[in-house]
């Protein structure tokens, strides 16, 4: 027989050799794979504005991810933006009173979820509405507020000066 | 040397019922250049029937055309009962493998030896017990000569040894139509006596049809019942060697003689001589 | 003008190979069920392609991920983020560079390889008396070496990967003296498993088009000794582009 033994056993190696390749890089060199699946349980948080937040951005608890997002919609009836966080079931001890909110990585990066716990005994189990939410800090907005508090202060700062303060005592 | 060939039954051949394969009013073309121009070919049962005529006239064509390799543009190819352009895909692979070839170079397959060479068609057609196939394969090899042989590889081999191998290889499904495309070219005379044996003696034995396509007319004429002589993709000429030795067709008389010059000319056309000459550029300074 | 009867003449050609490689390529994947039930062929040809592939595969990796170091290393101290190696590194070799120098090299060593047998088989009829005795030469032939290819491909594309990384390790670490757990942990921060999946759809994406074509022109070389030389050639030129090509395109849908 031609086919021999040989060929058998070297291309057994080679594509051990191929798999051992796959695995390292997939295990060694990359995040640890956040491997969602039946071992996490969803809630929902209602944003006016979710900002950039994109569907697959980290949930984070302290730093560390907890989950992902795992999708983003609009409601037509509440006029907001409803989000669905995958969270995995070995955090299952966060209280139903955190606030959950937007943030940004870095200076300009992708945003994410960050959850600061709070004080409650009463834990997010799966299909539970987030009570408290902060929305995406927009820039736009952020510069229109500043710039609206400064003249909010300087027509008070005028009208204070205009009007003659009344007597403090009585 | 003792004649190969069957008493000459003379008379014109005219298509039968126990003809194998038929080719009647055959038109073919490659590239508006056409090869074959009207062709009526009968190969009789039990027979050997030789294909000759020049080289270029297309012969290895009408062997693809009788495989049903290629189609013809015209007329009708009829092997075995069946029409050859009708037959589906499967229909055609289960006529093949009723069909045994040689092919010029032995076309054995160069990266297994000389037993899975000849098994090969077994393998691949039937699930036979090992003991089986070993046997059959043995068999067919001492029929050429090669039984100790078995383990050699192609390129071991010298030309006629593979051409053998290659004829093993055809006959181990136990073919009704062995086709032989230039069996004796490039053989030395030894080889070429043993080749000749054993196409004779294979038809005789196993009661096949062969066709056998070659120019090589001497060794031909030994053992063919019938002959075809091809030229201009027609039939110029068949019958037995013998009427052919005495045909009148000039062409054939060319063919059969090895004349060099004749309905086939010698020269390329060109144009005349003496003024070509004449008016030959002068040498560059 | 004949000049643009040539070029329409060229165009029409093309397209008509692309038509004949695309007919090719349906017909081998409707033969792929039954060609993997003969392994014992397929796994002949991944060795061919694959096993036989490892040296020049494993040495240019090597070497690859070496310079990569030094010229990383160079690069990144300039503007004083050498800690970074290791992120630029991966993340080039595995999306990019890892797939497109695997293929190249594919089509140069197994490509070129696989063109030249079949073409062979043509050129000495050993395709033909296949025919003849009724066995399908794009099942014997073709489709082993095609799978075989395209099995290999992925793998190979693996280990010139990590055997790179290995190779800018050797020089980040080893040589300009990188922290080596930073190395590391700064790489993990920043490659995604979306980033080790696309570069293996890549290498799977180029061993399809590679072990397409090589097969292809050998199959369709003509049957001569110059005919089987030029499809040679053919496969190594438009395996390479179409490596190329491919990349671009995939790089686009992914991203």
Not at chain 1, 31 to 49: I, K, M, T, W
Not at chain 2, 61 to 81: F, K
Not at chain 2, 203 to 220: K, P
């Amino acid at each position: 027989m031609r086919h021999s033994r040989a060929i058998d056993v070297s291309t057994g190696l080679f594509v051990l050799l191929g798999l051992t390749a796959i695995a390292f890089l997939a295990t060694q060199i990359s995040n640890r794979e956040f491997s969602l699946g039946d071992s996490s349980y969803r809630v929902q948080a209602q944003f006016e504005n979710v900002g950039g937040l994109k569907t697959g951005a980290p949930v984070k608890m302290a730093g560390v991810t907890i989950g992902r997002v795992e999708d983003i919609v609009y409601d037509m009836k509440l006029l907001k933006a409803i989000v669905t966080l995958r969270i995995d079931r070995r955090y299952d001890e966060i209280p139903d009173d955190s606030d959950t909110s937007i943030f940004t990585a870095g200076l300009l990066g992708g945003q994410y979820i960050g959850i600061s716990p709070g004080g409650s005994e009463v834990y997010f189990k799966d299909g539970d509405q987030v009570a408290f939410v902060q929305d995406a800090i927009v820039l736009e907005n952020l510069i229109s507020k500043y710039l609206f508090n400064q003249a909010e202060k300087e027509s008070a700062a005028k009208a204070a000066e205009a009007t003659p303060q009344p007597e403090a005592q009585k | 040397m003792s004649s190969y060939s069957r008493s000459a039954n003379g008379g014109t051949p005219v298509a039968r019922a126990d003809d194998i394969a038929v080719l009647e009013g055959v038109h073919y073309s490659v590239d508006d250049k056409p090869i074959f121009r009207g062709l009526d070919i009968a190969i009789r049962r039990g027979h050997i029937t030789a294909i000759m005529g020049p080289s270029g006239t297309g012969k290895t064509t009408l062997l693809r055309l009788i495989t049903g390799q290629i189609l013809a543009d015209r007329g009708t190819v009829v092997v075995d009962g069946s029409d050859v352009a009708k037959l589906s895909r499967n229909g055609l692979y289960a006529l093949r493998r009723r069909m045994g070839m040689l092919f010029q170079n032995g076309a054995l397959l160069t990266d297994i030896d000389v037993f899975e060479n000849v098994a090969f068609p077994l393998r691949e057609h039937a699930k036979l017990p090992e003991r089986l196939v070993s046997t059959l394969v043995l068999t067919k090899l001492h029929a050429v000569g090669l039984r100790g042989a078995a383990h050699l590889l192609p390129r071991q081999l010298s030309g006629g040894m593979a051409r053998r191998v290659a004829l093993a290889r055809a006959i181990v499904m136990d073919p009704d139509i062995l086709i032989y495309d230039e069996p004796f070219a490039g053989l030395d005379p030894i080889s070429m006596g043993v080749v000749m044996r054993l196409i004779r003696s294979l038809n005789d034995a196993l009661g096949i049809s062969s066709i056998v396509v070659t120019h090589d007319v001497q060794e031909v004429a030994q053992i063919a019942d019938l002959s075809y002589i091809l030229s201009e993709g027609q039939v110029v000429a068949r019958g037995t060697p013998r009427e052919l030795r005495d045909h009148p067709s000039p062409i054939v008389h060319q063919f059969m003689d090895g004349l060099a010059d004749g309905p086939v000319p010698f020269h390329y056309p060109a144009p005349d001589y003496y003024q070509q000459l004449l008016h030959a550029p002068e040498a560059r300074p | 003008m004949s000049v643009v009867r040539d070029m329409l003449a060229s165009f029409a050609g093309f397209f008509a190979r692309v038509g004949a490689l695309t007919r090719f390529f349906l017909r081998l994947l409707w033969l792929t069920p039954s060609g993997l039930r003969r392994p014992r062929l397929v796994v002949e040809q991944v060795y061919n392609a694959g096993a036989l592939s490892l040296v020049i595969i494993m040495t240019s990796g090597l070497f690859v991920g070496m310079v990569m170091g030094l010229q990383g290393y160079d690069l990144l101290s300039r503007i004083g983020s050498e800690d970074s190696l290791g992120i630029g590194a991966a993340l080039t070799l595995l999306k990019e560079l890892g797939p497109v120098v695997t293929s190249l090299l594919f089509a140069g060593r197994a490509g070129t390889s696989i063109a030249s047998e079949i073409g062979l088989m043509r050129a000495t009829d050993q395709l033909s008396a296949m025919e003849i005795m009724a066995v399908d030469p794009m099942r014997r032939v073709v489709l082993p070496r095609f799978l075989g290819g395209v099995i290999s491909m992925p793998l190979l594309t693996a280990i010139f990967v990590a055997i790179s990384l290995y190779g800018v390790q050797l020089i980040g670490v080893q040589y300009f003296g990188i922290d080596q757990g930073q190395f590391w942990s700064e790489m993990r921060g920043a490659v995604e498993i979306e980033d080790v999946r696309e570069g293996l759809i890549k290498g799977l994406v180029f061993g399809l088009a590679c072990s397409l074509i090589a097969v292809f022109e050998g199959y369709n070389a003509e049957p001569t000794a110059e005919g089987v030389g030029r499809a040679t050639t053919r496969t190594v030129v438009v395996s390479s582009v179409a490596t190329l090509v491919l990349d671009y395109i995939v790089t686009a849908i992914l991203l």
